[in-house]
C-alpha cells in the first residue's frame, strides 16, 4: 500500500523582529533527501526575488512556497491469524534553495542569506519530525488487527497526521513564526 505523498508549505516571507530559536535541522534527519533547486543574487532583495522566481511548484496563499517537505509511506501487510504483520517504509524528501555562488556575496548579504536558510530548514525539519513520530503510531494501527480493515486503521492516523501538520504550519504561519526568531 502507498500513502500519497503529503507537500508541507512554509512561508515564503520575510519576517522582522525576535531574537532566538530553538529547534531541529535535515543533519537531525539523515534518511531525508534534499533536492535542490538554484537560486542568486547578490543583495538579499535580489536573492529573495530568485527563491520567489525559481520556487518549484508549490503554491501557498497564492505566493511560491520556498521550501517544502514530503513524506510517502509504503507499507506490505502479511496476515498472522486474526492479527496483521505490517512491513513499513517512510521516505522523506525537502526541496530547498541552493544559492549558486556564495563566495559573492557581500558580509550583510550572506548573514541574510544564512538566516533566511537556516529558518527554511529549521521550519521543514519540524514537518520531518512530524512525519517520523507518526511512524510507530502507524505500524500499531497496521498490526492491531486483521489485515482486511488495516488500510483503514491506517488512514485514521495519516489523517490525523495531516492535522497535526497543519496546526504545525498554522503555529508556525507556514515558518513565518520561525523566521522571526532571527534578526533580518
Known sequence: MLRL??????ASLIAL??????AQSFADHPQARIDNYYVKGSTAAEIFASITRNAPG???????????ASYQFHWQLRSRGNWCEAEVRLDLSVMFPQHVDTASLSNHAWNWWNKYSLALEMHEAGHLQIAEETYPELVAALENGPCETANARAEVV????????DLYDQMTNHGAVTARAFDF
Open 5 to 10: 505523498t503529503r507537500h508541507c508549505l512554509i
Open 17 to 22: 523582529g525576535g531574537t532566538s530559536a530553538h
Open 58 to 68: 508549490m503554491i501557498h496563499s497564492g505566493r511560491p512556497a520556498h521550501a517544502y
Open 158 to 165: 495519516l489523517a490525523e497526521l495531516d492535522r497535526r501538520q
